[in-house]
């Protein structure tokens, strides 16, 4: 399905979207479809100097960088509750599991590297077994994405990593600039249903339109970016770099703030905590947080032995995961080239040089 | 795999043996499923145990696949949840989730020596697999247990280790002298040297603090050992034993789900990040 929408016509698509009685969501239980009838559309906010993905209130402005923060919330949240817990000792306790409610999110706005992130997090929770949190959170998610007709930031290399500005990886829907309207294209069912929804806001794209597209397409590939010089070699290369001095050089000004990887779409640690609010009886929720490599206390066991102790270590388990290891489970990079690290650290860490260095180094 | 991967199922503390007090005690605990739940495991599996308010910890399943009715854990006191455990009374009931990660591969060991070798906690991951030998003795052909700890006083599961002489050669050692000693004094690695078991037609399966595993491999090196056929287990820190929480790598593999498992011949092809 491909469509035109004026760039006026957005409110009004994203309206008939909150209005909308959505019959089929992908994954979504017949039950829990009953109780939704909504989409809670998302798109870049600007509150506090962050650009981040909100819902409420005002129209939808996509003419923006990309954001700040990357959508894997909607799917992954930084903090959730599995389960709330009431116990008097000796007795059995009462477990009251806490399944995420069956919000449909529609995110507009979300960019081709991001897209791509969504890709790399579908790897992770359903390896091995279904993570139930994300997988009921996910099934409920749709990207609106919009193409990148120039790269959103000095720091973009998606094209290096194996993506593209114009990508409809991980994406429901793609949209694509092109000037004072958007060409909008379904990707999946769901996009389908997203766009059906918007029914009479849509018009059929001209003979016109499709060659402005492919034209677009084809310019926003050959804009300049910054580049992993060989993201082929980069896992041999890494490999050969495990003990390299080279890492703690390039780490020695990391502050530890772990940034660059809660800002990533595709980082994924966590960990796993009770929070108290009852001492007798015992009260409380477990609960998943946002957890992060660049902590020394990660990996730290009790006895104090660390697996990971030096700031090079660290810096090399971000890289090397991101390059070597999830290509090595997966057969792709971890990183989609947005940018963001590189952007945020306070210090300059720069994952491109990085990689680029300890290849060059490795010979 | 249950409908929610979190979510623990109940079990009841049945039973409580302090093996070591002081200040790395070690008690055991025999914890049987509430409603009748519980799983099957391997030798070598591991499960997530919770105290609801404490948290979770991973701890080695140290009671043998063949006995159904409970399951063993034995837990050294060190930080928040461990530290909880041992506040314990029988009859309380926590969590549970498992089993996880990969097994020893007892069978392909059916017709061979056994040499296990143990330092301090570890010899709770291995216990499943000396007892399940020693269980169905006639399938294996010698089988040797070296055990060693700081002092007499640190040694676990004594009585148990006595009980299995006659089946198998107990090679006990502590690490410095004591009056009425009466076996070797010395580590781990040094006795196994000493002892010198042959390498025809055995595995050797280790576990313990990581010099000491470190160690142990030199020396049975030293033996004649191959890498295939010395066996050893991985503990790196763990949240989730799913694969997911990214905590306990190493290279490419999550110990949780593909350890902790690994012949040496496996583990040194991976980084040394344990
Ligand atoms: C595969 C495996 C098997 C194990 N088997 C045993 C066993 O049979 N008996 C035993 O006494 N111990 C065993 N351990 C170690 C045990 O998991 C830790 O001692 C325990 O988690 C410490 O938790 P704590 O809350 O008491 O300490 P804290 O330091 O307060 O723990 C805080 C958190 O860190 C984590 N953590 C800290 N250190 C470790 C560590 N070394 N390994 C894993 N997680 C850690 C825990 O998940 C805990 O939630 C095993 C570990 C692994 C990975
Ligand atoms: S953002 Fe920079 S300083 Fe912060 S942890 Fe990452 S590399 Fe280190
Ligand atoms: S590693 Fe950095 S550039 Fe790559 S996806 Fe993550 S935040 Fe973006
Ligand atoms: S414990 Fe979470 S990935 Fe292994």
């Given at each position: 399905m491909e469509k035109i929408l004026g760039k006026t016509k957005i409110d009004d698509w994203v309206a008939a979207l909150s209005d909308h009685p959505q019959e089929v969501g992908r994954g979504c239980k017949a039950a829990e479809a009953a109780t939704t009838t909504h989409w809670q559309v998302s798109a870049p906010v600007l509150e506090d100097g962050i650009w981040s993905y909100q819902s409420g209130s005002g129209s939808v402005q996509l003419e923006h960088s990309n954001t700040t923060q990357p959508p894997k919330g909607f799917s992954f949240p930084q903090r959730e509750v599995f389960f709330s817990f009431e116990q008097i000792k000796g007795e059995p306790?009462?477990?009251?599991?806490?399944?995420?409610?069956?919000?449909?999110?529609?995110?507009?706005?979300?960019?081709?590297?991001?897209?791509?992130?969504?890709?790399?997090?579908?790897?992770?929770?359903?390896?091995?077994?279904?993570?139930t949190y994300y997988t009921a959170r996910r099934s409920n998610v749709a990207y609106v994405g919009l193409a990148c007709n120039q790269p959103q930031g000095i720091n973009c290399f998606c094209l290096s990593v194996g993506g593209s500005p114009v990508s409809s990886d991980g994406m429901d829907v793609l949209m694509t600039d092109l000037g004072d309207r958007y060409f909008v294209a379904a990707v999946t069912d769901t996009g389908k249903a997203l766009m059906a929804a918007g029914n009479s806001v849509f018009s059929e794209p001209t003979a016109a339109d499709r060659k402005q597209l492919q034209q677009t397409h084809a310019e926003a590939i050959a804009q300049p970016q910054r580049?992993?010089?060989?993201?082929?070699?980069?896992?041999?290369?890494?490999?050969a770099s495990f003990d390299s001095p080279l890492w703690e050089e390039l780490a020695r000004a990391c502050i530890g703030c772990g940034v660059c990887t809660f800002l990533c779409p595709t980082c994924h640690c966590f960990d796993i905590n009770d929070e108290n609010t009852s001492a007798t009886p015992i009260k409380g929720n477990r609960v998943r947080t946002w957890d992060n490599c660049q902590f020394p206390d990660f990996t730290m066991h009790t006895s104090g032995h660390n697996p990971r102790e030096s700031l090079g270590s660290r810096l090399r388990q971000r890289v090397?995961?991101?390059?070597?290891?999830?290509?090595?489970?997966?057969?792709?990079?971890?990183?989609?080239?947005?940018?963001?690290?590189?952007?945020?650290?306070?210090?300059?860490?720069?994952?491109?040089?990085?990689?680029?260095?300890?290849?060059?180094?490795?010979? | 795999m249950p409908d929610n991967i979190y979510l623990p199922e109940l079990a009841r503390i049945a039973h409580i043996k302090e093996e070591i007090s002081g200040e790395r005690a070690i008690k055991t605990y025999r914890v049987e499923p509430v409603n009748g739940g519980?799983?099957?495991?391997?030798?070598?599996?591991?499960?997530?145990?919770?105290?609801?308010?404490?948290?979770?910890?991973m701890i080695s399943i140290a009671s043998s696949p063949l006995i159904t009715e409970y399951k063993q854990f034995s837990v050294m006191r060190v930080g928040r949840v461990s530290a909880a455990f041992h506040e314990l009374d029988v009859g309380d009931v926590i969590g549970i989730r498992g089993p996880y990660g990969n097994s020893f591969p007892v069978d392909d060991w059916r017709g061979k020596n056994l040499v296990f070798i143990g330092g301090g906690v570890g010899l709770a991951p291995i216990w499943p697999v000396i007892t399940t030998a020693v269980a169905q003795r006639a399938d294996f052909k010698n089988i040797s247990v070296f055990y060693g700890a700081r002092s007499p006083r640190d040694l676990m599961y004594k009585a148990e280790l006595e009980r299995l002489r006659g089946d198998a050669d107990i090679q006990l050692s502590v690490d410095?002298?004591?009056?009425?000693?009466?076996?070797?004094?010395?580590?781990?690695?040094?006795?196994?040297?000493?002892?010198?078991?042959?390498?025809?037609?055995?595995?050797?399966?280790?576990?313990?603090?990581?010099?000491?595993?470190?160690?142990?491999?030199?020396?049975?090196?030293?033996?004649?050992?191959?890498?295939?056929?010395?066996?050893?287990?991985?503990?790196?820190?763990?949240?989730?034993?799913?694969?997911?929480?990214?905590?306990c790598n190493v290279g490419k593999d999550y110990v949780c789900t593909k350890g902790p498992?690994?012949?040496?011949?496996q583990l040194k092809q991976l980084p040394e990040e344990y």
């Open positions: 306790p009462k477990l009251t599991q806490k399944l995420p409610q069956a919000t449909r999110h529609a995110v507009f706005g979300v960019r081709p590297c991001d897209g791509c992130g969504a890709v790399r997090m579908d790897k992770v929770f359903s390896d091995h077994v279904a993570d580049a992993i010089n060989n993201l082929d070699a980069a896992p041999a290369k890494l490999k090397s995961h991101k390059f070597q290891y999830f290509h090595e489970n997966f057969g792709m990079p971890q990183c989609t080239g947005c940018g963001r690290c590189i952007t945020e650290c306070s210090v300059g860490i720069d994952i491109v040089n990085v990689v680029n260095k300890v290849a060059e180094h490795a010979g | 519980g799983f099957e495991h391997n030798c070598g599996q591991c499960a997530m145990l919770s105290i609801f308010g404490r948290g979770e910890m410095k002298a004591e009056e009425g000693w009466k076996e070797f004094c010395g580590f781990v690695p040094a006795n196994v040297l000493d002892k010198k078991p042959s390498p025809n037609n055995t595995i050797a399966i280790t576990c313990g603090p990581p010099i000491m595993i470190k160690f142990v491999i030199q020396n049975l090196q030293q033996l004649g050992f191959a890498d295939e056929q010395i066996y050893t287990t991985i503990e790196n820190k763990m949240k989730c034993g799913l694969g997911k929480c990214g905590r498992v690994y012949s040496w011949a």
